[in-house]
């Protein structure tokens, strides 16, 4: 049985095509996985899982969205293939809500698993990126309960202006940095594999496909990358006993 990995989808409703790719995956590679891991932003944004109790009343269209992913989600629980989530930079906020709906279970970031025949550590990457001093300090308090609890008392229109807000300045920020302060910390992913005692390590965040050879510990090890999916364009690994990691570019346009 195999285990399929990915990250990224950025779903959100002014991206169709991510989305119907997305779901034909689901039915026509996925059906029959033994587990699917969903390492972080899922979602282009995520403001509560009350959002969900708007439906169509929503006004930007991501209830309606994801209650549609979450019955899909769901239906590929119901066949027999274990779900796992995990938070990313821009769907933190993603809840047990959420997670039952889609029949799915929150991973905490990072996680430890067993794909195949080894031990592998699981993370969003966005925790790796420590050049990027102002993108730490806003995870940092994002991702503080009580700061969350706070946005989440907020009327649900006044949460989705300041999500708006967040993705603008994101958007802003990020075209001023170097494309070097926007990757990992090469010491932070060594750091963090000694310190959960693996030799192969699996993210997302950076929109950088790739796997990258290096040392921990005096031992060879291994850094795979999962790229963001775009109209018509995917990335998945997958984990199977007896087979080596792999890294798959999917064509998701028919």
């Not at 399929?4 to 779903?11: A, E, M």
């Not at 795979?224 to 007896?242: M, N, R, S, Y």
């Amino acid at each position: 049985m195999a285990t399929l990995l990915i990250s990224d989808l950025h779903l959100h409703p002014g991206a169709p095509a991510v989305t119907e790719g997305f779901l034909r995956w689901l039915d026509e590679r996925a059906r029959g996985a033994d587990a699917l891991y969903i390492l972080g932003d899922f979602f282009e944004a995520w403001i509560g899982d009350d959002l969900l109790d708007l439906g169509d009343a929503d006004p930007t269209g991501t209830a309606a969205l994801a209650g549609r992913v979450a019955s899909a989600l769901r239906s590929l629980a119901d066949a027999g293939t274990r779900l796992y989530l995990m938070h990313g930079n821009r769907d933190f906020l993603l809840g047990e809500r959420f997670a039952r709906e889609a029949g799915a279970t929150l991973l905490p970031d990072p996680s430890l698993v067993t794909l195949g025949d080894e031990r592998v550590l699981l993370m969003h990457g966005d925790s790796l990126c420590t050049r990027d001093e102002a993108y730490m300090a806003f995870r940092a308090q994002s991702r503080n309960p009580k700061w969350q609890e706070q946005i989440l008392a907020m009327p649900i229109p006044e949460r989705l202006e300041l999500a708006r807000q967040l993705r603008e300045r994101s958007g802003e920020a990020n075209s001023n940095k170097a494309e070097d302060i926007m990757d990992v910390t090469p010491d932070e992913v060594v750091k963090a594999m000694h310190e959960h005692g693996v030799a192969t390590m699996i993210h997302g965040h950076t929109h950088r496909p790739d796997v990258h050879d290096l040392e921990v510990d005096g031992q060879a090890a291994r850094r795979f990358v999962l790229g963001d999916w775009q109209p018509g364009i995917g990335w998945e690994i997958e984990a199977a006993t007896g087979h080596d990691l792999e890294l798959r570019r999917l064509d998701l346009s028919s």
